[in-house]
C-alpha cells in the first residue's frame, strides 16, 4: 500500500471505530493485544463494546484458533477504570498476512490515543527453570526474521514524523515492568508465577527442531513464539510505552543426545534390543489448553497493572 492509501485507510478505520464509540470510549489509554487462549480478559470490562474485525476497512481477520478477530473496548480496573482497546486476537505472518497488516492495529491504537501497550503471547520455554505455567516479563527479544530483512519498519514510512532509524536499546519499558510485578505481590501470586526473560521471534508456523531450539537457547533466549515482536517494534516506532508478557505453553523439547538409529540397527544386529525413548511433540492444542488453565492469572494480572498505571 502506498503513504496515500495507508492514510485513506487509517481515516476510514478510525471513522467506523469512532461511530461506534460512546463518548467514555473514544479515548483509550492502554491498548492490549491477547495471545493465543487469552482474550478472556474481556470479561473483566465494564461498559464493553465489540467491533468485529470485518467491519472495520483496512484491517484483516485471524484465521487461527484461539484468536477472535474483535476490537473490544471498554473500562478496566479499580474505580472508574481506564479507558481501553483490547485486540481479541492478533495476526502472525505466517496466516500469510503481511508485515503491514500484523502492525496496522498497533499503527491504529496509537492513533486512537492509547499511550501504554501491553502485549501477551503464548510461547514455549527454552529455559529449564522458566516451567509451564510461568508468566514471563519480557525484557528482550532476538527477532531473527528483523536481522535477515523481514523487519515490520522496512519501506516507506507512514508518517513523515515517525523515526527512520529506531533505537531498541530500551524497548521494554522497565517502569511497566515493575508494574507487572507489584500487580504479582498485590495479588499475592506465588514469586515464581512471575519470571523475567528474552522473547526469540520466529516466523513459524513449524515448531522448533531439537537443534533449533538449542541454537535459540545458545543465543540467549529464555521463550519463543511467532508474534509480538513486529507489534513490539511498531509501538515503539509509535512512540507508545511497551510490555509484553508470555504465557509459558509447552516446553521446547531439547534432549541431551539423540536418538542413535545407527546404535539400534547394531545392537539389533548383536541380537540386543534397544528401546527408543519416547518423542515429545507440541501441540497448537496443548499451548490453548495451557493458555485456558492460567487465562485467570493474566487477566487478573493485566487487569491490577492497568488499574496502576
Ligand atoms: O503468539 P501467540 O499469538 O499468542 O500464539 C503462539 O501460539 C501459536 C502456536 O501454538 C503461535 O501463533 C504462537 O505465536
Ligand atoms: N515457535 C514457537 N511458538 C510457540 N508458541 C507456543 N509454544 C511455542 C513453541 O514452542 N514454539
Not at 470485518?54 to 484458533?65: A, K, Y
Request: net charge negative.
Amino acid at each position: 500500500m502506498g503513504k496515500e492509501s495507508i492514510a485513506t485507510s487509517f481515516a476510514d478505520s478510525l471513522a467506523a471505530i469512532r461511530s461506534k464509540l460512546p463518548e467514555t470510549l473514544q479515548n483509550p489509554q492502554v491498548g492490549i493485544i491477547c495471545g493465543s487462549g487469552l482474550s478472556g480478559l474481556v470479561g473483566s470490562f465494564r461498559e464493553t463494546v465489540i467491533i468485529k474485525y470485518e467491519d472495520i476497512p483496512g484491517f484483516s481477520t485471524s484465521t487461527v484458533l484461539g484468536h477472535r478477530s474483535e476490537l473490544a473496548f471498554g473500562l478496566l480496573g479499580d474505580g472508574l477504570g481506564v479507558p481501553v482497546v483490547a485486540m481479541l486476537g492478533r495476526f502472525h505472518c505466517y496466516e500469510g498476512h503481511s508485515l503491514p497488516s500484523v502492525v496496522y492495529p498497533v499503527r491504529l491504537m496509537a492513533k486512537l490515543g492509547i499511550k501504554d501497550l501491553i502485549i501477551t503471547n503464548a510461547a514455549g520455554s527454552l529455559n529449564p527453570s522458566i516451567p509451564v505455567g510461568t508468566i514471563v516479563v519480557i525484557q528482550d527479544h532476538l527477532a531473527l526474521p528483523n536481522l535477515t530483512g523481514m523487519n515490520p519498519l522496512l519501506g516507506l514510512k507512514t508518517s513523515p514524523n515517525l523515526p527512520r532509524f529506531l533505537p531498541l536499546s530500551d524497548a521494554y519499558s522497565p517502569a511497566l515492568r515493575r508494574l507487572a510485578f507489584l500487580a504479582a505481590h498485590k495479588l499475592q501470586l506465588p514469586d515464581e508465577a512471575l519470571a523475567e526473560g528474552t522473547y526469540a521471534w520466529v516466523s513459524g508456523p513449524t515448531y522448533e527442531t531439537p537443534a533449533e531450539g538449542r541454537f535459540l537457547r545458545t543465543i540467549g533466549a529464555d521463550v519463543v513464539g511467532m508474534s509480538t515482536v513486529p507489534e513490539v517494534v511498531t509501538g515503539r516506532e509509535e512512540g507508545l510505552n511497551v510490555m509484553v508478557l508470555s504465557l509459558v505453553t509447552n516446553f521446547v523439547v531439547i534432549p541431551e543426545s539423540y536418538r542413535s538409529i545407527r546404535e539400534e540397527v547394531h545392537s539389533e544386529l548383536a541380537g540386543k534390543k534397544i528401546t527408543p525413548p519416547e518423542v515429545q511433540v507440541v501441540s497448537h492444542e496443548e499451548v490453548l489448553s495451557i493458555g485456558k488453565e492460567k487465562a485467570d492469572v493474566m487477566r487478573r494480572l493485566v487487569e491490577c497493572v492497568v488499574s496502576t498505571i
